[in-house]
Structures are given as structure tokens and as C-alpha cells.
């Protein structure tokens, strides 16, 4: 009797197998299909933008969202600088520190929430906290820093029940975290680059116009003077109609830069090259 029932039981536990199998098939082509959006789209805007998009579709939830630590100030001036505006539901939302630990509860790490209160779905998903019944709250952070967390938001009571396995959100947590971590590394490195620029290109610009400029503010003094003579007026007049071209000239060649060249300057420095940068043509 005994070997019946293990006979018997043995398609019950084939069929959980095989529910198990596809299951895990699913986590991982969702997970893959992450990670492939990730290396498509290294920029800051996209990821923060359009993958909760992607995640809320792939998971076929009510929501996702990021949920961004305020407090980090790396972090907070490199979305300054791209121009990318707070709000919802295509974006980030900021949370400052008090708000940030009751997302997170006691530790910083996934949390699996079941009935949600009113007070912390009006933090994440107010537009859709009727239709809310469960959260997975996951923390987005490297060995260093802390970026926030990403929230998703389902509709089932048992999607994101605690005491679930969460070892599949956490990894893609560290994935999203990863590439956040990337991504606001090369936009602070692109705005240093940028910043480099512009300050030596108005080094350029100083030191192209100061003669010229010089030149011309002294000419005009000189023409103050009643007792200049005919001939000695026209000759300033001249030269200064030559130095104003001058001027007229180098900004027409500013307006022609397209390349990034420069050359050396006083004490180790470095200024655009004016006339090496712009194109060819010119």
C-alpha cells in the first residue's frame, strides 16, 4: 500500500516540478530582458525614465517605479544637470531621509509588504493606491552608496506576500544598481568635460579679444583729444575700424568651432585653439 501511494503521488510532484521549472524560466527571461534594456541604454534619463515602464509590463504589474534618495547629493546634482524633471509616473520621485526609512522599514534591504497602509502608498503610487494590494520595496544601492529603491506595485495580496523568497528581486536590484551606479558616473564625467571646455574656451575668447580690445579703447581716448590733427585722427580712425574687423573676424571663427583642440597656455594651462577648431572650410 505504501508503494501505491508514492506511485500515486509522483505525477502530483511532477507537475509541481514542472511549475517550478517554468516559473524560473520566466524570472530569467524577465531578468533577461532587464539586463538587456540596461546595456542598450547606458544613460542616466532612459533608465530612470523608461524602465519602470518596461518592468511594470514585463512583470505585468500596476506600477514600478523609482524612488530616489534626495540626500545623496551626487546623485541629486548629476539629475540637476541633465535638465530631468521630478514627477509621475515617467520619471523619478525624490524622498528625503525620513521618508526613505518608511519605505524601508527597520533595514535596508527588499521588503516584501501585504496590505499596505494608506499613509505609504500616498508616498509611492498615490494615483493607483485603490487598486494596491501588495509591494516589493527594493533597495538600489552599491558597496558605497545609496540610490533609493525601486517599487512595484501589484494588484494580487499573495504577489509580494512577506516571507517569499526574494532572492530574484534582490538580484535585480543589484543589476538596476549597477547601472545606475555606471551611468551617473559617465554624466558626471561627461559635465566635467563640459565644464572643462567652456572654461577654456573663455580662456580662448580673453585672450583672442584682450588686444584687439585693448587697442581700441585706447584709440578711442586718443580721439578725445581736440588738438589731434587731421591726418593723425584719420590714422586712428583707421587702425581702429582694422581692430574692430579684428574682433568681427574672431567671433565669426568662434561660430565656426566643431572640433575640441587646444594648446598651451600660461602656467600649465590649456585654451581652445580658435583657429585649429573650427571647420575646415574656415
Known amino acids: 500500500m505504501a508503494y501505491r ?25 524577465r531578468m533577461d530582458h532587464v539586463e538587456r534594456f540596461l546595456i542598450g541604454n547606458r544613460d542616466l534619463e532612459p533608465i ?40 509621475r509616473p515617467n520619471c523619478y ?71 517569499l523568497s526574494v532572492d530574484f528581486l534582490q538580484r535585480l536590484g543589484e543589476k538596476i544598481g549597477l547601472h545606475l551606479e555606471n551611468a551617473l558616473n559617465m554624466n558626471r564625467l561627461i559635465h566635467l568635460e563640459k565644464e572643462r571646455a567652456v572654461i577654456e574656451m573663455a580662456g580662448a575668447a580673453c585672450h583672442e579679444i584682450n588686444q584687439p580690445l585693448t587697442v581700441i579703447l585706447g584709440l578711442a581716448e ?31 571663427k568662434i561660430s565656426t568651432i566643431r572640433t575640441y583642440k587646444t594648446r598651451d597656455y600660461v602656467q600649465g594651462t590649456k585654451i581652445i585653439d580658435i583657429d585649429g577648431a573650427g571647420a575646415p572650410e574656415n
Open 5 to 29: 501511494q508514492d506511485k500515486d503521488q509522483q505525477p502530483d510532484d511532477l507537475v509541481t516540478i514542472n511549475e517550478r521549472l517554468k516559473l524560473n524560466e520566466r524570472i530569467w527571461k
Open 48 to 87: 530612470l525614465t523608461e524602465l519602470p515602464g518596461v518592468i511594470t509590463v514585463l512583470y505585468q504589474l500596476e506600477g514600478a517605479g523609482f524612488f530616489l534618495n534626495q540626500d545623496y547629493d551626487p546623485l541629486a546634482e548629476t539629475l540637476e544637470n541633465i535638465g530631468l524633471p521630478p514627477g
Open 93 to 163: 520621485t525624490g524622498l528625503t531621509a525620513e521618508q526613505m526609512a518608511q519605505l524601508s522599514g527597520r533595514q535596508r534591504r527588499t521588503r516584501l509588504i501585504d496590505q499596505p497602509n494608506l499613509e505609504l502608498l500616498a508616498l509611492v503610487f498615490p494615483e493607483i493606491a485603490p487598486a494596491i494590494k501588495s509591494l516589493a520595496a527594493i533597495p538600489l544601492k552599491s558597496s558605497e552608496n545609496d540610490y533609493g529603491y525601486l517599487v512595484l506595485a501589484s494588484r494580487d495580496p499573495e504577489r509580494y506576500r512577506p516571507g
Open 222 to 252: 586718443l580721439l578725445q583729444n581736440e588738438n589731434l590733427t587731421p591726418a593723425d585722427r584719420e590714422r586712428h580712425v583707421k587702425t581702429l575700424l582694422g581692430q574692430a574687423q579684428r574682433l568681427a573676424d574672431l567671433t565669426k
